[in-house]
């Protein structure tokens, strides 16, 4: 359980990522339930420790593999504003998945701009959690490895498909 002494001194972002959006969500509510879920988690661990948020940062839809997102660039900018002095995510994942682009940012970026990253499900805390570096190496290489795995297995599968002579093609919507 993560606690924030002197909450009044954070100006929090809440960052939210889904690679794969459900199209019908994002129809009916604007967003996958998914990152409705994250936000109110990271809403209510907001609220518990009496952080004031900035803004929220969502990226449904978008690869963790990726920093260019639209959600983190708004964020990063924030940052770079004086904005943003905490970020707080769900789990390591929701962040990113590559290691490099994590040690970018985590490591060295909020170092260096005095960011402080919270993690509310896998409990991590730049400021008070013990091997929080090794952590987040540790985290950030099984996140990158689920990444790949999963590209392989869908590169694999399409492969065994074609071989099959099976159809390769996406069928698209009619629409009126």
């Known amino acids: ?12 972002a809440v960052l939210t990522r889904l690679s794969n959006e459900k199209l019908e969500d994002l129809e009916k509510y604007g967003e996958s339930g998914s990152i409705s879920n994250q936000k ?14 900035y803004d929220t940062y969502k990226d449904d839809g978008e690869s963790g593999a990726f920093y260019d997102r639209p959600g983190f660039v708004k964020m ?31 490591e060295e970026y909020f170092q260096l701009k005095g960011v402080r990253f919270v993690a509310v499900n896998e409990s ?15 985290r950030a290489f099984f996140n990158e490895w689920f990444l790949r ?11 065994n498909k074609a071989l099959q002579g099976k159809v390769m093609t996406t069928y698209p919507k009619y629409r009126i």
Do not use: Q
Not at 127 to 133: D, L, R, W
Not at 149 to 159: A, E, F, I, L, Q
């Open 149 to 159: 795995d999963c590209s392989k297995k869908t590169r694999d599968g399409k492969h």
């Open 1 to 12: 359980m993560i606690t924030i002494s002197n909450p009044e001194k954070y100006s929090v």
């Open 40 to 53: 109110d988690l990271l809403m209510k661990f907001c609220e518990e420790n009496h952080l004031k948020v």
């Open 76 to 106: 990063i900018n924030d940052i770079d504003a004086g904005h943003v002095n905490m970020v707080v995510v769900k789990d390591l994942s929701r962040f990113g998945r590559v290691a490099s682009g994590i040690d970018d940012y985590i």
């Open 124 to 138: 991590l805390d730049s400021k008070t959690s013990a091997n929080f570096h090794d952590d987040i190496k540790i």
